[in-house]
């Protein structure tokens, strides 16, 4: 059985993508917030919302549970000061909380993630067969001689 640790990540987020835009909606907010306390701008592609999803789903399968503060430094950045101005240092921050919140609560009343009480969200039964599916069919897709072992 083909998982999540068999297929590149890439590939198996931009089919996750897709098949989450019809499940999951991006909020009304999302053109103006930004990814993360690095960031000077909103993102520009217009399927943020539902690759975020799909990485989050991805994350949440292979290091759950996890919690929101730890996923918010996966997704973080170096924050170097403005573009035009290098007043300081560089220094460590963190992607957007309210992003990966809001896209966790939308992922659990899909029925993809649990809640583990005092620990995080943790995959749940569905969301690791819907992985599975998705890792399946990129893994039949994918044209790479070198994974042909794990079909």
């Not at 907010?29 to 930004?34: G, I, L, S, T, V």
């Given at each position: 059985m083909v998982s999540v640790y068999d297929v590149p990540a890439d590939a198996l987020i931009e089919d996750v993508a897709e098949r989450l835009s019809d499940r999951i909606e991006e909020p009304e907010?999302?053109?103006?917030?930004?990814?993360?306390q690095s960031r000077e701008l909103p993102p520009q592609q217009d399927d943020f919302w539902h690759v975020r999803a799909a990485s989050l789903l991805r994350k949440v399968a292979k290091k759950g549970p996890i919690g929101v503060d730890r996923l918010a430094t996966e997704y973080g950045g170096r924050k170097r000061g403005s573009n035009r101005y290098r007043v300081s240092g560089g220094h460590s921050t963190t992607g957007s909380k309210n992003i990966i919140r809001t896209a966790?609560?939308?992922?659990?009343e899909e029925g993809l993630v649990s809640t583990a009480k005092g620990q995080g969200r943790r995959i749940s039964p569905d969301g690791q067969q819907f992985l599975d599916n998705a890792a399946s069919e990129v893994l039949s897709e994918?044209?790479?001689p070198d994974?042909?072992?794990y079909a």
């Open positions: 907010w999302m053109e103006y917030a930004k990814s993360g966790l609560q939308q992922l659990e994918l044209d790479r994974l042909e072992r």
